[in-house]
């Protein structure tokens, strides 16, 4: 069965610290992976996504990167963090060519930056 | 920007009652999805309906849909305490490659 895996849960960085969130995807190949971000009594604000590696569409422009180095590894970065990035980082994937498929989505990375 | 607008944004109710939750939307779907999200925790996705269907159900769920309206509702049947988490609906627009957009939600809680 697939599993996704989101790591760290809780972060605490300063202003201006670099920014590393990783994703990973088992039980899957080649699967279309997302970056979503949820302020506080908001809705998802999708960020990034991609549809193989090294490809990355960004949704929103802003102080945030993302990256594919693998086919089931997804990087969310910053080379510096300011405060208004503070929220809750989801992961997700879905099959590839999937036209009516659910997102799967990880437990999430609460981040707070002071 | 956000295709789908859940209302209301919070409800409160007992256990065993009735739970409804509408989504609106803009413009034309392939589809749209209900996710449920635990406090703190990722979404879970509880059920997708496809453009042309009308009702579809996944035991104590019952969704429809109205394209002419643009709008779609969630019914939980006999709740229970823990159904109390955030619903939200999200959308696949008709137009060409696209990700799902999300609504802001709605709050459930279920009082036993």
């Known amino acids: 069965s697939q599993t996704i895996h989101q790591w760290p849960a809780t972060l605490v960085q300063p202003v201006g610290s670099p920014l590393s969130l990783e994703c990973t995807v088992e039980?899957?190949?080649?699967?279309?992976l997302y970056w979503y971000r949820q302020a506080a009594g908001r809705g998802l604000q999708l960020l990034f996504y991609s549809v193989g590696i090294g490809q990355i569409s960004s949704e929103v422009p802003q102080n945030l990167s993302a990256s594919r180095p693998q086919d089931r590894q997804f990087i969310l970065s910053s080379k510096k963090l300011l405060l208004s990035d503070s929220g809750f980082y989801l992961c997700?994937?879905?099959?590839?060519?999937?036209?009516?498929?659910?997102?799967?989505f990880g437990n999430g990375t609460r981040l707070t930056v002071t | 920007s956000q295709q789908g607008e859940e209302d209301p944004q919070a409800l409160s109710i007992q256990e065993g009652e009735n739970a409804t939750m509408n989504c609106s939307y803009k413009t034309s779907i392939n589809n749209l999805q209900w996710y449920r999200q635990n406090s703190g925790r990722g979404l879970v996705h509880l059920i997708l309906?496809?453009?042309?269907?009308r009702e579809k159900h996944s035991g104590r769920l019952r969704v429809t849909l109205d394209t002419s309206k643009k709008s779609s509702s969630l019914l939980i049947t006999a709740s229970r305490a823990a159904d109390t988490a955030s619903y939200f609906c999200a959308t696949d627009a008709l137009e060409g490659y696209s990700t799902l957009t999300f609504g802001k939600g709605t709050m459930l809680l279920v009082s036993p």
């Open positions: 309906i496809r453009s042309n269907e």
């Open positions: 997700a994937w879905d099959g590839q060519g999937a036209y009516n498929s659910p997102l799967h």
């Open positions: 039980g899957t190949s080649n699967p279309n």
